[in-house]
C-alpha cells in the first residue's frame, strides 16, 4: 500500500515523526500499541504487512477479556519505523500530542483452524474484513481478531478470542501505561481545567 496519505498528511520539518517508505520484510512480522493522546486519548494499534504498518485507533485501548468488543477505526497505513517513535508531536501538527509505545512483538497471522497463514492470505483476509492472528507481545498474548463492521471499510471491531491468555476480569489499557504517559495526561487534564476557568 501506498504511504502517500501519511505522507502528505505530515509537515516533517515540523514533527519528528519518520518520514514514509516502504520497508523490508523481517523474519518476523511485527506490531505495535501507541499510547496517543493527540486531542482525545486513544491507542493506536499497527500490524506490520506487505511493508507497512496497518493502523488502527482504538479509542479504549485493546483488552484481553473477550467479552470486549473495542472500536476499531482504520487508518492510513504508516511506515515500519514508526514502530518505535515516541515523543510529542508539536502543535498545528496532525495528530499533536504525546506519543508512547504501549505494547510491542511479533505476531502470526492464523485462519480459522488457528493454523498460521501466509501474509498474501492474510491480505486476503484484511480485504474480506476479518483477519485473525496471534500476538506475542509483553501485555498483549494469544488469538484475537479484527473484524469488519461492513458499515464502511474504517469501522472494525478488535476482538480477543478466548484462551490461556483471556481473562473474564475488566481489563483497562490505561492499567499498564508508562508512568510518563499517565503524568503527561494528568497535566494536560489540569490544563484543560484552569482554561475552562
Request: net charge positive; aromatic share 10%; proline share 5%.
Amino acid at each position: 500500500m501506498s504511504l502517500a496519505k501519511y505522507n502528505s498528511k505530515r509537515n516533517f520539518g515540523d514533527t519528528p515523526e519518520p518520514s514514509g517508505k516502504k520497508g523490508a520484510a523481517g523474519a518476523k512480522l511485527t506490531f505495535v500499541v501507541q499510547r496517543h493522546h493527540a486531542s482525545h486519548l486513544h491507542y493506536d494499534f499497527r500490524l506490520e504487512l506487505n511493508g507497512t504498518l496497518k493502523s488502527w485507533a482504538v479509542p479504549k485501548g485493546p483488552s484481553l477479556n473477550p467479552k470486549d468488543k473495542r472500536l476499531a477505526m482504520m487508518v492510513e497505513d504508516h511506515p515500519i519505523s514508526y514502530a518505535t517513535f515516541e515523543g510529542d508531536i508539536p502543535e498545528g501538527n496532525y495528530g499533536a500530542g504525546h506519543v508512547d509505545v504501549w505494547d510491542h512483538g511479533t505476531y502470526e497471522p492464523i485462519d480459522e483452524d488457528g493454523e498460521i497463514i501466509t501474509p498474501a492470505a492474510f491480505t486476503k483476509a484484511l480485504h474480506a474484513g476479518n483477519m485473525k492472528f496471534r500476538m506475542k507481545g509483553k501485555h498483549l498474548k494469544g488469538d484475537f481478531a479484527l473484524v469488519n463492521m461492513k458499515k464502511d471499510e474504517k469501522t472494525w471491531l478488535l476482538l480477543k478470542h478466548r484462551d490461556k491468555y483471556a481473562t473474564d476480569e475488566e481489563y483497562t489499557s490505561e492499567d499498564y501505561a508508562k508512568k510518563s504517559s499517565l503524568k503527561y495526561t494528568a497535566e494536560r487534564n489540569k490544563d484543560k481545567v484552569v482554561k475552562k476557568k
